[in-house]
């Protein structure tokens, strides 16, 4: 360690010192251990990948929805940073029991297909018959949705 700090000194030895030399000096052992993500981010990008592999969306705008909500969570997945299955228990729990919020996350989900597949989207409307070509029907999300919330369960035990 002796003749790595007498290397070094001769090395800088009538070099002016730049902030960034001051801050890479000091800040080498900064993140030692540390990951330089976020904890948060960790949380949202485990809770994605969860979805990416339990969710069973073959065209993934549902996919890209629910992922999308999970990155506007902050809060919720902050509460649960112990156990963030349980926050996406709760996301998941909450659009299946709540009719707007299953409606929108529907209505996000076509409007992604049709971004996607570039064609209009069909719109399950209610009062209305479903189309036949439409993949995110509020019944078939909400089975998405029921399926899912089981698989979570399931991994909570």
């Given at each position: 360690?002796?003749?790595?700090?007498?290397?070094?000194?001769?090395?800088?030895?009538?070099?002016?010192?730049?902030?960034?030399?001051?801050?890479?000096?000091?800040?080498?052992?900064?993140?030692?251990?540390?990951?330089?993500?976020?904890?948060?981010?960790?949380?949202?990008?485990?809770?994605?990948?969860?979805l990416n592999q339990?969710?069973?969306?073959?065209?993934?705008?549902?996919?890209?929805?629910?992922?999308?909500?999970?990155?506007?969570?902050?809060?919720?997945?902050?509460?649960?940073?112990?156990?963030?299955?349980?926050?996406?228990?709760g996301l998941v729990?909450?659009?299946?029991?709540?009719?707007?919020?299953?409606?929108?996350?529907?209505?996000?989900?076509?409007?992604?297909?049709?971004?996607?597949?570039?064609?209009?989207?069909?719109?399950?409307?209610?009062?209305?018959?479903?189309?036949?070509?439409?993949?995110?029907?509020?019944?078939?999300?909400?089975?998405?949705?029921?399926?899912?919330?089981?698989?979570?369960?399931?991994?909570?035990?």
């Amino acid at each position: 360690p002796d003749r790595d700090r007498e290397l070094f000194l001769e090395a800088i030895a009538g070099r002016k010192m730049t902030m960034a030399d001051v801050i890479g000096q000091c800040g080498g052992d900064f993140l030692k251990g540390e990951s330089p993500v976020p904890k948060l981010v960790q949380l949202k990008i485990e809770l994605k990948l969860f979805l990416n592999q339990a969710l069973p969306d073959s065209d993934g705008a549902l996919l890209w929805v629910l992922q999308n909500q999970v990155d506007d969570a902050d809060d919720l997945v902050s509460q649960f940073a112990d156990r963030p299955l349980l926050a996406l228990q709760g996301l998941v729990a909450t659009l299946i029991d709540n009719p707007g919020l299953l409606t929108e996350t529907v209505r996000q989900a076509d409007f992604r297909w049709g971004q996607i597949y570039d064609e209009r989207p069909h719109f399950d409307l209610p009062g209305r018959p479903t189309h036949p070509d439409d993949p995110y029907t509020h019944a078939s999300v909400r089975q998405q949705l029921t399926t899912l919330l089981g698989e979570i369960e399931r991994r909570l035990g």
